[in-house]
């Protein structure tokens, strides 16, 4: 009798997380079929299925937009951003976590604080700042912005995650005679894998779709990113709704394609066991 | 390691972090302290003292917008539930929860302008909730949903959740799968019961997953919930929906008013400042 | 041993510092474009946010097949030393944010199309005056100035050059419908605010929904009939303060607006285009684009009327909000601001404008040395295109108001049309905030 409750139970939680996951699915549902539809009868049915298999949305996409350049500009903008945020972010968080200095809560406090201010206020000092250093209409203008705004975040996450590894490992590491970098590389990285992965895929997701900054430094139209490009399918005298759809589906497939391959670290990373 | 070598590379491994922040978040931040004293339009600047500040508290805005903000703040723990609730459900390992899993955080991947644009087109007067309603015989709750202030923040919290379930079940995930299994297997031969199990071995072991995602999180509605206003009720009617930094966006880019707009700013670092401090001491005095 | 400990940290600060030097190698080399073969090369910026570069019933036309290109591409062989470098960018909230930062820093474009009116206004001190570029015979060939000048009349100082006409926004309405209810509209166009209420009630009583409109048709109906009731100068000295929006006839078409809400005799949502075309709408709102669409999909269904005025006294009879929305703007701190009006100039011309007529991107033009009939056969078209024309057509309301006043009105309309704010409020709010722009203003 037991096991047939368990089991019912278990239905019952299963019939939960699929009902959530149709609505997780449904917004990219939507976006498919809209895409699929010519204007007017998207304007007639926007929430039906498509009545023909009609593709020329992405057709326009193609030849209106380099796509390539768009996506490998795009990529490449994230991956840089990635990088130099966690070269700065995973040291700090060590820090903060494991390491005993003077001024360590001031410290971590004050970088919690440089979250909380809303980022419309930065964007007309910062670029003042840009154009004056000469990095506007260049990439590393982007990768600045979203890499800095992105420490604090990934700082914290990162913290609060080491904190809870074992003291006694590092202890007997560093009885070993184990130097920082060593420890870094041997111990550090691999038990924090999980917590990197998760606050990358956080990071680049909305770096991704952060239509602002990109926006606002970057001017020439080879150094675009996906994001912005899409934006400009709407403007003052057309309002082609399925053919923005397209765009957004095709601009997000890349950060879902990240996400499905980095998810599978965040579970093998999950093998604290194995560093015992 | 020698303590005192511990404190030079705790120190130097800061350095860099906080050197760009210096750059790049101190120096906007103390350019808009400076400007907040000012009348700024962006290229001349006449300081007018606390004029800002005052009008800030006197112009009869402030008190409508914390109302939004307060209302935004206390959806927080709402999706804090929910994504534990789910989280817990997801790591029993029924059928397809590996699929489940994956596909919970899609709706954070897309941007809010798709989720706005779902969003109004199902809750208009003839959108998918009120044929809904309709057809299972509720047609006295249709409601026209976008056009009623209760309403709106309904929908407002549920865009707001529906794309935040996926960041938390991430976090609580990982850090449910750090709990060892023998603890659960411990907890089984012990014959603990599921509830027990989750108040005294699950939710302690959360504790740092669960303040991340608060504060993250409460930050977030203050300061970064404009896009999913901006697409959705666009502030209003009136500034019925307006939080605080969305009117910044407005005062900063509509009107022009970037003096104002910065006295904005610096007065929500503050509030934000405040309500962040609170939560890390509560963090710190749990986890001790 | 202290250093190998740190190692890791010199090792991502190494990292940091090459890409950012890298970064400062290659932003340098950007901007040398100038100083070729003797000659001057003068490279212009234009921000296009005007020209279409997509098209709903072409999808496949390819990016250089589109007018701006091809007209970029004339206008260079024209002019060798002339580089003009096209950069799409997105229109409006999004355009103005990155324009204000980007002036701000005198860093924006040479040229660009910003909404006509105050929108454009509002960077006047960025603006470059196109008086000086422009003849006397040059301005009057183009029609609609008053919605780039600073005191909204034809020969006012100019801050932009007419873009482009938006024709004049109209009433359209489901031929079926009407003829159920036993209406023409036409025949029996109403004569003001109370004959416009009855006709919709007729239809209401057939169990049809009358009117839709969209969340912003506030700033096109009503809106347009406080404009039509004091005239565009009587627009500006509203915006100036000499008179005010609490005068009573301006409050009674705010109460008729709260009247059509409260007798459920209209929808304001955005999905109103799909209830039209569906049948399940009397009437609706529309610009060229939609009327278009709407005569595609329902064929002879669908007919046209203006707005219907809203008593027999206004200043201007049987208009309707229209025109000229939006402008070339040069920048003040471009160098090369002669060039960029140049290109302006060779935009406007004849042959250009007919040229962008037959590439089919737009369908009515705002030189009045062009006859558009000669070139397009839609007689929908041409009837859009006299309705442009008629004198009648009110420059864009919201355009004159100042944007913070525009919004204000946005913000607080919805509280009117429920019932949560009275005319008399809401006028006496605006009147307000009015008060409070033009004080800091002068401060």
């Known amino acids: 009798m037991k096991t047939a409750y368990i089991k019912w139970i278990r239905f019952l939680i299963f019939i939960v997380l699929a009902i959530i996951a149709v609505m997780s699915l449904y917004p990219l549902f939507y976006m498919a079929f809209s895409s699929m539809k010519p204007t007017i009868e998207y304007i007639k049915h926007p929430m039906g299925l498509p009545q023909t298999w009609y593709f020329d949305n992405f057709k326009a996409l193609i030849y209106r937009f380099s796509l390539f350049r768009l996506f490998g500009n795009t990529l490449l903008y994230v991956g840089l951003s990635m990088v130099a945020c966690l070269t700065i972010s995973i040291p700090a968080a060590y820090a903060f976590a494991k390491l005993k200095f003077s001024f360590r809560n001031g410290f971590y406090i004050a970088m919690i604080a440089t979250m909380t201010i809303p980022g419309v206020t930065f964007i007309i000092p910062n670029y003042l700042l840009m154009s004056k250093i000469g990095w506007t209409d260049h990439i590393v203008s982007v990768v600045v912005i979203w890499a800095v705004s992105a420490i604090p975040s990934t700082v914290f996450l990162l913290t609060s995650l080491m904190r809870g590894m074992p003291d006694e490992i590092l202890e007997a590491i560093k009885m070993d005679g184990a130097k920082y970098y060593q420890t870094m590389t041997k111990m550090i990285l691999p038990m924090s894998l999980p917590g990197v992965v998760t606050v990358s895929v956080f990071n680049a997701t909305n770096w991704w779709n952060d239509l602002l900054t990109p926006l606002i430094y970057l001017q020439s139209d080879n150094l675009k990113t996906v994001t912005v490009a899409v934006a400009t399918v709407l403007n003052r005298f057309s309002s082609d709704y399925p053919l923005l759809l397209s765009g957004l589906l095709l601009s997000s497939l890349p950060p879902i394609a990240i996400y499905i391959v980095f998810q599978s670290y965040i579970r093998k990373g999950l093998v604290v066991g194995a560093v015992k | ?288 | 041993m202290k250093l190998k400990k740190g190692s890791f940290v010199i090792a991502a600060w190494i990292m940091v510092m090459t890409l950012v030097l890298n970064g400062c190698g290659n932003g340098t080399n950007e901007s040398a474009s100038s100083g070729e073969n003797g000659e001057k090369q003068v490279k212009l910026v234009f921000w296009n946010s005007g020209f279409a570069t997509i098209d709903e019933n072409n999808k496949s036309k390819k990016k250089e097949d589109f007018y701006i290109s091809q007209a970029v591409e004339r206008y260079q062989k024209l002019h060798p030393n002339v580089k003009i470098d096209v950069q799409d960018v997105p229109s409006g909230d999004e355009l103005f944010a990155k324009f204000q930062t980007a002036s701000i820093a005198k860093n924006g474009p040479d040229l660009t199309v910003l909404w006509s009116g105050s929108y454009m206004l509002r960077f006047k001190q960025f603006l470059e005056p196109m008086d000086q570029y422009f003849t006397k015979e040059e301005r009057d060939r183009i029609v609609g100035w008053s919605a780039t000048t600073e005191d909204f009349t034809n020969d006012g100082k100019a801050y932009g050059v007419p873009f482009g006409t938006d024709g004049t926004f109209l009433l359209a309405y489901n031929k079926q419908i009407f003829a159920d209810a036993g209406i023409d509209p036409v025949a029996q166009r109403p004569k003001n605010f109370g004959e416009f209420v009855a006709m919709l009630e007729k239809v209401k009583s057939k169990k049809v929904t009358p009117l839709g409109l969209f969340k912003d048709s506030f700033l096109h109906v009503p809106n347009y009939w406080i404009a039509q009731t004091v005239d565009v100068p009587g627009l500006g000295t509203l915006v100036k303060g000499t008179t005010n929006f609490s005068d009573p006839k301006l409050v009674s078409i705010m109460k008729g607006w709260h009247e059509l809400f409260d007798k459920d005799l209209v929808i304001a949502e955005d999905s109103v285009r799909q209830l039209f075309i569906q049948g399940q709408l009397g009437m609706t709102v529309g610009a060229n684009s939609d009327i278009s669409n709407f005569s595609k999909e329902m064929g002879d269904n669908v007919g046209f009327i203006k707005i219907p005025d809203f008593s027999e006294d206004v200043k201007i009879h049987d208009g309707g909000p229209g025109g000229v929305g939006a402008a070339f703007v040069v920048s003040n701190y471009s160098k090369h601001a002669k060039e960029a009006a140049d290109f302006v100039k060779f935009l406007m011309s004849k042959e250009e404008q007919i040229n962008k007529i037959k590439s089919g991107e737009a369908r009515i033009t705002v030189v009045n040395d062009v006859d558009v009939n000669e070139y397009v056969s839609d007689p929908l078209v041409k009837t859009m295109q006299e309705m442009a024309n008629e004198p009648s057509t009110i420059f864009w309301p919201d355009n004159v108001y100042p944007a913070e006043l525009t919004s204000e009105m946005m913000s607080l309309q919805s509280l009117v049309s429920s019932g949560k704010m009275t005319a008399e409020e809401f006028m006496k709010k605006i009147d307000q905030k009015r008060d409070e722009l033009l004080k800091s203003s002068s401060k």
């Open chain 2, 1 to 288: 390691m020698s303590l005192k070598q511990e404190r030079w590379v705790g120190l130097f491994s800061l350095l860099p972090a906080f050197l760009l922040l210096a750059i790049f978040v101190g120096y906007p931040m103390f350019n808009t302290f400076f400007h907040s004293f000012t009348k700024w339009d962006g290229v001349t600047s006449v300081f007018i003292g606390w004029d800002n500040f005052q009008s800030i508290l006197t112009n009869g805005d402030l008190p409508l917008m914390l109302r939004n903000n307060l209302i935004f703040l206390l959806s927080v723990p709402g999706i804090l539930l929910i994504s534990l609730t789910v989280s817990v459900l997801l790591h029993e390992e029924v059928r397809g929860w590996r699929f489940f899993r994956s596909v919970y955080y899609l709706p954070a991947i897309l941007s809010s302008v798709v989720i706005g644009f779902l969003a109004k087109s199902m809750f208009t007067n003839n959108g998918i909730v009120n044929t809904f309603l309709d057809k299972i015989g509720l047609g006295h709750f249709t409601v026209d949903w976008l056009n009623t202030v209760p309403t709106e923040f309904m929908i407002l919290i549920l865009c707001f959740y529906w794309q935040t379930l996926g960041q938390g079940t991430l976090i609580f995930l990982s850090g449910l799968s750090s709990i060892s299994n023998e603890l659960f297997d411990a907890a089984k031969i012990d014959g603990t019961s599921w509830r027990q199990k989750l108040f005294y071995i699950v939710i302690p072991s959360l504790y740092p997953a669960i303040f991340y995602f608060t504060i993250v999180n409460v930050i977030y509605v203050f300061v970064g919930l404009f896009g999913l206003v901006y697409s959705i009720t666009g502030g209003g009617p009136g500034y019925e929906t307006t939080p605080i930094d969305y009117m910044i966006y407005i005062q900063a880019f509509r009107s022009g008013n970037m003096g104002y707009a910065s006295a904005l700013s610096v007065f929500l670092f503050f509030i934000v400042m405040f309500i962040t401090w609170i939560q890390l001491k509560i963090s710190n005095r749990l986890e001790q």
